[in-house]
């Protein structure tokens, strides 16, 4: 009986492992929209070029629409009644600079490949970019920005 259960338990972790796996992937966009890392990195890096506070108005706003409902870019939203996830009181002051960047690199993004990459995607993408422009290894630019 015990063995039944450890191989029972062994391919119930096989199956999951295998699952999820099968979620993400590295280069997803490389065959369909393969230049969209470097749009989307181009155009966070021209707006941190802009103002400074787009690094962490990007990030809040990244890590607001994960922890509400998941990630699924849903606090880019707008409604007419005020009753989107952008509307919640706690989404309120939320840095417009943060939705600048999104919103510019979606537009960036559907002008090379049109209904190609969600939006999630590029506000996770941009939250990325923003994190590795501040690094360590990216000191110096951001030295020269101020």
Known sequence: MELWR???FYIVVLVVIDVGEAQLRHNFYESTCP???LIVRQTVMKKVKQTFVT???TLRLFLHDCF???CDASILISSSNGDAEKDADDNLSLAGDGFDTVIQAKQEVESACPGVVSCADILAMS???VV???SINHSTYILTLL
């Open 55 to 57: 690094v962490p108005a």
């Open 35 to 37: 230049n969209v890392e």
């Open 127 to 129: 939250a990325r970019d």
């Open 132 to 134: 590795a422009l501040v």
């Open 6 to 8: 450890a191989l029972l």
């Open 68 to 70: 509400v409902e998941g």
